[in-house]
Protein backbone atom coordinates (compact mmCIF):
# COMPACT_ATOMS: atom_id res chain seq x y z
CA UNK A 1 0.00 0.00 0.00
CA UNK A 2 1.48 3.14 -0.65
CA UNK A 3 2.00 5.61 2.06
CA UNK A 4 0.42 8.80 2.21
CA UNK A 5 2.34 10.14 5.29
CA UNK A 6 5.56 9.48 3.60
CA UNK A 7 4.62 10.47 -0.08
CA UNK A 8 3.66 13.67 2.05
CA UNK A 9 7.21 14.70 4.05
CA UNK A 10 8.82 13.71 0.29
CA UNK A 11 7.24 16.75 -1.06
CA UNK A 12 7.65 18.89 1.92
CA UNK A 13 11.06 18.66 1.54
CA UNK A 14 10.45 19.50 -1.86
CA UNK A 15 11.18 23.63 -1.37
CA UNK A 16 8.75 24.60 -4.13
CA UNK A 17 7.92 28.27 -3.07
CA UNK A 18 5.87 29.93 -5.83
CA UNK A 19 6.99 29.45 -8.82
CA UNK A 20 9.56 27.13 -8.07
CA UNK A 21 8.60 23.37 -8.67
CA UNK A 22 11.40 22.05 -6.49
CA UNK A 23 11.30 18.37 -7.30
CA UNK A 24 7.62 17.94 -6.25
CA UNK A 25 6.13 17.02 -9.49
CA UNK A 26 8.94 15.52 -10.81
CA UNK A 27 8.83 13.28 -7.60
CA UNK A 28 4.99 13.02 -8.62
CA UNK A 29 5.24 11.78 -12.14
CA UNK A 30 8.06 9.50 -10.71
CA UNK A 31 5.38 7.59 -8.35
CA UNK A 32 2.63 7.47 -10.82
CA UNK A 33 4.54 6.28 -13.84
CA UNK A 34 5.86 3.52 -12.00
CA UNK A 35 2.42 2.84 -11.36
CA UNK A 36 1.52 2.89 -14.65
CA UNK A 37 -0.05 5.81 -15.26
CA UNK A 38 0.33 8.07 -18.32
CA UNK A 39 2.05 11.15 -17.39
CA UNK A 40 2.69 14.65 -19.39
CA UNK A 41 4.09 17.72 -18.29
CA UNK A 42 2.02 20.67 -19.25
CA UNK A 43 4.48 23.56 -18.43
CA UNK A 44 3.08 26.96 -19.51
CA UNK A 45 4.60 30.47 -18.71
CA UNK A 46 7.52 29.08 -16.48
CA UNK A 47 4.96 27.46 -14.29
CA UNK A 48 5.62 23.55 -14.31
CA UNK A 49 2.42 21.40 -14.51
CA UNK A 50 1.48 17.52 -14.42
CA UNK A 51 -1.15 15.74 -16.27
CA UNK A 52 -1.87 12.08 -15.40
CA UNK A 53 -4.24 9.59 -16.47
CA UNK A 54 -5.06 5.87 -16.18
CA UNK A 55 -7.03 4.15 -18.11
CA UNK A 56 -8.43 4.26 -21.61
CA UNK A 57 -9.22 8.23 -23.12
CA UNK A 58 -13.49 8.31 -23.53
CA UNK A 59 -14.32 5.09 -20.64
CA UNK A 60 -17.58 5.65 -20.36
CA UNK A 61 -16.74 7.07 -17.03
CA UNK A 62 -13.82 9.18 -15.35
CA UNK A 63 -12.62 11.03 -11.98
CA UNK A 64 -10.79 13.77 -11.40
CA UNK A 65 -8.49 14.94 -8.76
CA UNK A 66 -7.00 18.58 -8.89
CA UNK A 67 -4.27 19.91 -6.58
CA UNK A 68 -1.02 22.45 -6.12
CA UNK A 69 2.43 21.37 -5.03
CA UNK A 70 3.44 24.87 -4.78
CA UNK A 71 3.43 27.05 -1.47
CA UNK A 72 3.66 30.39 0.00
CA UNK A 73 6.88 32.02 1.76
CA UNK A 74 8.21 30.37 5.09
CA UNK A 75 8.28 34.05 6.10
CA UNK A 76 10.94 34.31 8.97
CA UNK A 77 12.27 30.89 9.42
CA UNK A 78 13.83 31.04 12.75
CA UNK A 79 10.44 31.57 14.31
CA UNK A 80 9.57 28.03 13.00
CA UNK A 81 10.23 25.16 15.77
CA UNK A 82 11.59 22.80 12.77
CA UNK A 83 13.00 23.13 8.98
CA UNK A 84 10.28 24.36 7.49
CA UNK A 85 10.97 21.83 4.32
CA UNK A 86 12.74 19.36 6.70
CA UNK A 87 8.96 17.38 7.06
CA UNK A 88 9.48 16.57 10.73
CA UNK A 89 7.49 14.52 12.56
CA UNK A 90 6.91 15.30 16.26
CA UNK A 91 4.08 13.98 18.56
CA UNK A 92 1.91 13.23 15.81
CA UNK A 93 2.51 16.05 13.75
CA UNK A 94 4.15 16.20 10.46
CA UNK A 95 5.59 19.75 10.45
CA UNK A 96 6.36 21.70 7.00
CA UNK A 97 5.39 24.46 4.48
CA UNK A 98 3.04 22.98 2.41
CA UNK A 99 1.90 20.26 4.54
CA UNK A 100 -1.57 21.18 5.10
CA UNK A 101 -1.95 23.55 2.17
CA UNK A 102 -1.68 21.01 0.00
CA UNK A 103 1.06 18.65 -0.19
CA UNK A 104 -0.67 16.22 1.93
CA UNK A 105 -3.88 16.65 -0.14
CA UNK A 106 -1.92 15.58 -3.21
CA UNK A 107 -0.06 12.52 -1.51
CA UNK A 108 -3.77 11.80 -0.10
CA UNK A 109 -5.20 11.46 -3.69
CA UNK A 110 -2.20 9.85 -5.68
CA UNK A 111 -1.78 7.63 -2.60
CA UNK A 112 -5.15 6.61 -2.97
CA UNK A 113 -5.59 6.61 -6.78
CA UNK A 114 -1.94 4.39 -7.56
CA UNK A 115 -3.50 1.96 -4.50
CA UNK A 116 -7.18 1.69 -6.18
CA UNK A 117 -6.06 0.90 -10.37
CA UNK A 118 -4.10 -2.07 -9.02
CA UNK A 119 -7.32 -3.52 -7.65
CA UNK A 120 -9.66 -2.50 -10.02
CA UNK A 121 -7.96 -1.51 -13.70
CA UNK A 122 -10.97 -0.82 -15.76
CA UNK A 123 -11.12 2.72 -14.98
CA UNK A 124 -10.19 6.16 -15.69
CA UNK A 125 -8.68 8.42 -13.41
CA UNK A 126 -7.44 11.93 -14.32
CA UNK A 127 -4.66 13.86 -11.98
CA UNK A 128 -4.61 17.70 -12.95
CA UNK A 129 -1.91 18.82 -10.42
CA UNK A 130 -0.32 22.31 -10.55
CA UNK A 131 2.36 24.78 -9.13
CA UNK A 132 0.78 27.74 -9.61
CA UNK A 133 -2.02 27.97 -7.33
CA UNK A 134 -0.49 30.40 -4.92
CA UNK A 135 0.09 32.92 -6.98
CA UNK A 136 -1.87 34.35 -10.15
CA UNK A 137 -2.87 31.21 -11.39
CA UNK A 138 -2.31 32.35 -14.61
CA UNK A 139 -0.54 29.28 -15.84
CA UNK A 140 -1.26 26.66 -13.56
CA UNK A 141 -4.66 25.05 -13.33
CA UNK A 142 -6.03 26.79 -16.59
CA UNK A 143 -2.97 25.79 -18.63
CA UNK A 144 -3.86 22.40 -17.54
CA UNK A 145 -7.57 22.31 -18.77
CA UNK A 146 -6.69 24.61 -22.42
CA UNK A 147 -4.35 21.17 -22.82
CA UNK A 148 -6.72 18.77 -21.97
CA UNK A 149 -9.61 20.65 -23.94
CA UNK A 150 -6.88 20.44 -27.14
CA UNK A 151 -5.88 16.34 -25.98
CA UNK A 152 -9.07 15.16 -25.94
CA UNK A 153 -9.15 14.98 -22.02
CA UNK A 154 -12.31 15.26 -20.00
CA UNK A 155 -12.98 14.60 -16.46
CA UNK A 156 -16.73 13.83 -16.02
CA UNK A 157 -16.38 15.04 -12.10
CA UNK A 158 -13.37 16.61 -9.96
CA UNK A 159 -12.61 16.62 -7.28
CA UNK A 160 -10.31 19.28 -5.08
CA UNK A 161 -8.03 18.26 -2.29
CA UNK A 162 -7.68 21.86 -0.83
CA UNK A 163 -7.81 21.84 2.80
CA UNK A 164 -11.77 22.32 3.82
CA UNK A 165 -12.62 21.42 7.36
CA UNK A 166 -12.41 24.51 10.23
CA UNK A 167 -11.66 22.64 13.03
CA UNK A 168 -12.08 18.68 12.45
CA UNK A 169 -11.46 15.97 9.89
CA UNK A 170 -15.05 15.93 8.14
CA UNK A 171 -16.42 19.02 10.04
CA UNK A 172 -17.47 20.88 6.14
CA UNK A 173 -16.64 20.40 2.54
CA UNK A 174 -17.26 23.42 -0.52
CA UNK A 175 -19.89 22.99 -3.13
CA UNK A 176 -19.31 26.64 -4.09
CA UNK A 177 -16.90 29.12 -3.65
CA UNK A 178 -17.33 33.46 -4.15
CA UNK A 179 -16.05 35.66 -6.22
CA UNK A 180 -13.15 37.77 -6.04
CA UNK A 181 -12.88 41.23 -7.60
CA UNK A 182 -10.27 44.05 -6.36
CA UNK A 183 -11.33 47.75 -7.79
CA UNK A 184 -8.28 50.28 -7.38
CA UNK A 185 -9.49 53.63 -7.35
CA UNK A 186 -7.33 56.47 -8.22
CA UNK A 187 -8.69 60.51 -7.15
CA UNK A 188 -7.03 63.43 -9.40
CA UNK A 189 -8.06 66.47 -8.11
CA UNK A 190 -6.32 70.07 -7.74
CA UNK A 191 -3.20 70.48 -5.61
CA UNK A 192 -3.26 73.54 -3.53
CA UNK A 193 -2.28 75.43 0.12
CA UNK A 194 -4.17 73.84 3.12
CA UNK A 195 -5.31 77.28 4.38
CA UNK A 196 -7.01 78.13 0.97
CA UNK A 197 -8.80 74.51 0.33
CA UNK A 198 -11.56 76.59 -1.43
CA UNK A 199 -9.00 76.95 -3.89
CA UNK A 200 -7.93 73.21 -4.74
CA UNK A 201 -10.02 70.25 -5.01
CA UNK A 202 -8.97 67.52 -2.60
CA UNK A 203 -8.88 63.90 -3.96
CA UNK A 204 -8.64 62.86 -0.31
CA UNK A 205 -11.78 63.91 1.16
CA UNK A 206 -13.44 62.78 -2.47
CA UNK A 207 -12.15 59.50 -2.00
CA UNK A 208 -13.14 59.16 1.63
CA UNK A 209 -16.22 60.14 0.47
CA UNK A 210 -16.56 57.47 -2.00
CA UNK A 211 -15.35 55.01 0.56
CA UNK A 212 -17.85 55.26 3.09
CA UNK A 213 -20.69 54.93 0.96
CA UNK A 214 -19.22 51.77 -0.31
CA UNK A 215 -18.63 50.62 3.41
CA UNK A 216 -21.80 51.50 4.79
CA UNK A 217 -24.14 50.29 2.02
CA UNK A 218 -24.95 46.21 2.24
CA UNK A 219 -24.29 44.85 -1.18
CA UNK A 220 -26.91 42.06 -0.58
CA UNK A 221 -28.29 40.01 1.89
CA UNK A 222 -27.05 36.85 0.79
CA UNK A 223 -28.84 33.75 -0.65
CA UNK A 224 -29.94 30.10 0.29
CA UNK A 225 -25.79 28.76 -0.43
CA UNK A 226 -24.04 31.87 0.18
CA UNK A 227 -23.56 34.05 2.78
CA UNK A 228 -24.04 38.30 2.34
CA UNK A 229 -21.33 39.57 -0.19
CA UNK A 230 -18.30 41.38 1.66
CA UNK A 231 -16.41 44.52 0.58
CA UNK A 232 -13.13 45.64 2.40
CA UNK A 233 -10.86 48.55 1.82
CA UNK A 234 -7.58 46.98 1.88
CA UNK A 235 -5.69 50.09 0.82
CA UNK A 236 -5.78 53.72 1.38
CA UNK A 237 -2.67 55.86 -0.06
CA UNK A 238 -1.97 59.34 -0.20
CA UNK A 239 2.07 59.92 0.03
CA UNK A 240 1.81 63.26 1.14
CA UNK A 241 4.75 64.25 3.48
CA UNK A 242 3.10 68.02 4.12
CA UNK A 243 0.64 69.22 6.51
CA UNK A 244 0.02 72.18 4.69
CA UNK A 245 -0.50 71.08 1.06
CA UNK A 246 -3.71 69.61 -0.54
CA UNK A 247 -2.25 67.08 -2.55
CA UNK A 248 -3.40 66.10 -5.73
CA UNK A 249 -3.88 62.55 -5.93
CA UNK A 250 -5.10 59.79 -3.70
CA UNK A 251 -5.23 56.88 -4.34
CA UNK A 252 -7.30 53.48 -2.53
CA UNK A 253 -8.39 49.95 -3.20
CA UNK A 254 -10.83 47.58 -2.41
CA UNK A 255 -11.77 44.08 -2.53
CA UNK A 256 -15.47 42.58 -2.95
CA UNK A 257 -15.81 38.63 -2.16
CA UNK A 258 -18.92 38.24 -3.97
CA UNK A 259 -21.82 35.48 -3.78
CA UNK A 260 -23.57 33.89 -7.22
CA UNK A 261 -26.68 37.49 -7.05
CA UNK A 262 -23.27 39.62 -8.95
CA UNK A 263 -20.52 39.20 -11.15
CA UNK A 264 -17.24 40.68 -11.95
CA UNK A 265 -18.36 43.14 -14.16
CA UNK A 266 -21.79 43.85 -12.75
CA UNK A 267 -20.01 45.12 -9.30
CA UNK A 268 -17.20 46.69 -11.73
CA UNK A 269 -20.04 48.70 -13.16
CA UNK A 270 -21.74 49.64 -10.07
CA UNK A 271 -18.85 50.85 -7.75
CA UNK A 272 -18.06 53.07 -11.43
CA UNK A 273 -21.22 54.36 -10.95
CA UNK A 274 -20.78 55.61 -7.48
CA UNK A 275 -17.34 56.67 -8.08
CA UNK A 276 -18.96 59.11 -11.27
CA UNK A 277 -21.88 60.39 -8.65
CA UNK A 278 -18.99 61.31 -6.29
CA UNK A 279 -17.10 63.01 -9.41
CA UNK A 280 -19.89 64.87 -10.25
CA UNK A 281 -20.67 65.87 -6.59
CA UNK A 282 -16.96 67.36 -5.86
CA UNK A 283 -15.03 67.99 -9.36
CA UNK A 284 -12.91 65.42 -8.83
CA UNK A 285 -11.84 62.81 -11.38
CA UNK A 286 -12.33 59.40 -10.16
CA UNK A 287 -10.58 56.43 -12.56
CA UNK A 288 -10.84 52.79 -11.53
CA UNK A 289 -8.23 49.93 -12.33
CA UNK A 290 -10.10 46.67 -11.84
CA UNK A 291 -8.59 42.69 -11.94
CA UNK A 292 -11.37 39.81 -11.87
CA UNK A 293 -9.66 37.01 -9.78
CA UNK A 294 -12.44 34.65 -10.70
CA UNK A 295 -16.34 34.47 -10.72
CA UNK A 296 -18.48 32.85 -8.14
CA UNK A 297 -20.22 29.82 -8.83
CA UNK A 298 -22.19 26.68 -6.93
CA UNK A 299 -22.22 23.03 -7.49
CA UNK A 300 -25.55 22.15 -7.04
CA UNK A 301 -26.64 19.57 -3.60
CA UNK A 302 -26.94 16.15 -5.71
CA UNK A 303 -24.92 12.87 -6.82
CA UNK A 304 -21.52 14.75 -6.23
CA UNK A 305 -21.67 15.93 -3.21
CA UNK A 306 -23.79 13.33 -1.55
CA UNK A 307 -20.66 10.60 -3.15
CA UNK A 308 -18.43 12.84 -1.08
CA UNK A 309 -20.67 13.41 1.84
CA UNK A 310 -21.62 9.12 2.48
CA UNK A 311 -17.68 8.90 2.34
CA UNK A 312 -16.10 11.09 4.73
CA UNK A 313 -19.43 10.43 7.14
CA UNK A 314 -18.27 6.44 6.47
CA UNK A 315 -14.79 7.32 7.55
CA UNK A 316 -15.10 9.77 9.94
CA UNK A 317 -18.34 9.74 11.64
CA UNK A 318 -19.19 13.01 10.90
CA UNK A 319 -21.77 14.50 7.80
CA UNK A 320 -19.93 17.32 6.12
CA UNK A 321 -21.68 20.79 5.82
CA UNK A 322 -21.69 22.23 2.18
CA UNK A 323 -20.44 25.62 2.57
CA UNK A 324 -19.33 28.42 0.10
CA UNK A 325 -17.08 30.44 2.26
CA UNK A 326 -13.82 31.35 2.28
CA UNK A 327 -11.16 32.13 -0.46
CA UNK A 328 -11.31 31.30 -4.19
CA UNK A 329 -9.29 28.31 -5.59
CA UNK A 330 -8.81 26.58 -8.28
CA UNK A 331 -12.19 24.88 -8.26
CA UNK A 332 -13.11 28.45 -9.97
CA UNK A 333 -11.47 27.61 -13.21
CA UNK A 334 -12.21 23.45 -13.10
CA UNK A 335 -16.20 24.52 -12.73
CA UNK A 336 -15.58 25.40 -16.38
CA UNK A 337 -14.96 21.70 -17.46
CA UNK A 338 -17.05 19.90 -15.36
CA UNK A 339 -19.16 19.38 -11.88
CA UNK A 340 -16.59 20.03 -8.81
CA UNK A 341 -16.71 19.78 -5.27
CA UNK A 342 -13.30 20.46 -2.83
CA UNK A 343 -12.96 18.19 0.22
CA UNK A 344 -9.69 17.97 2.18
CA UNK A 345 -7.83 18.42 5.56
CA UNK A 346 -8.54 20.32 8.66
CA UNK A 347 -7.00 24.19 7.32
CA UNK A 348 -6.50 26.86 10.17
CA UNK A 349 -2.79 26.04 10.46
CA UNK A 350 -1.82 26.95 6.46
CA UNK A 351 0.40 29.69 5.81
CA UNK A 352 1.51 30.41 9.41
CA UNK A 353 4.97 29.63 10.75
CA UNK A 354 4.94 26.21 11.87
CA UNK A 355 2.23 25.07 9.58
CA UNK A 356 1.69 20.99 10.61
CA UNK A 357 -0.58 18.86 10.34
CA UNK A 358 -1.81 15.52 11.96
CA UNK A 359 -0.37 12.20 10.71
CA UNK A 360 -3.71 10.34 11.35
CA UNK A 361 -5.36 13.11 9.20
CA UNK A 362 -3.44 12.13 5.72
CA UNK A 363 -4.04 8.38 6.58
CA UNK A 364 -8.20 9.23 7.26
CA UNK A 365 -7.84 11.60 3.89
CA UNK A 366 -6.41 8.53 1.87
CA UNK A 367 -9.20 6.36 2.69
CA UNK A 368 -11.74 8.85 2.00
CA UNK A 369 -10.81 9.11 -1.15
CA UNK A 370 -9.98 5.76 -1.67
CA UNK A 371 -13.68 5.00 -0.73
CA UNK A 372 -14.90 7.87 -3.30
CA UNK A 373 -13.54 5.62 -6.08
CA UNK A 374 -14.72 2.47 -5.01
CA UNK A 375 -17.98 4.22 -4.97
CA UNK A 376 -18.00 5.94 -7.81
CA UNK A 377 -16.99 3.38 -9.99
CA UNK A 378 -18.98 0.81 -8.05
Not at 85 to 100: K, N, P, Q
Request: glycine share 10%.
Amino acid sequence: MTDPVRLTADLVRCPSVTPAEGGALVLLESVLTAAGFDCTRVDRGGISNLFARWGRKGANRSFGFNGHTDVVPVGDVAAWTHDPFGAVIEDGWLYGRGSTDMKSGVAAFVAAAVDFVATKPDCAILLAITGDEEADADHGTRALLDWMAEAGEKMDVCLVGEPTCPENMGDMMKIGRRGSVNIRFTARGVQGHAAYPHRAKNPVAALARLIARLEEVPLDQGNDHFDASSLATVTFDVGNPATNVIPAEARATVNIRFNDIHTGESLIAQLRAEADAIAAETGVQIELATKISGESFLTPPGDLSNLIADAVQAETGRKPELSTSGGTSDARFVKDHCPVVEFGLVGHRMHGVDERVRVEDIHTLKRIYTRILTDYFA
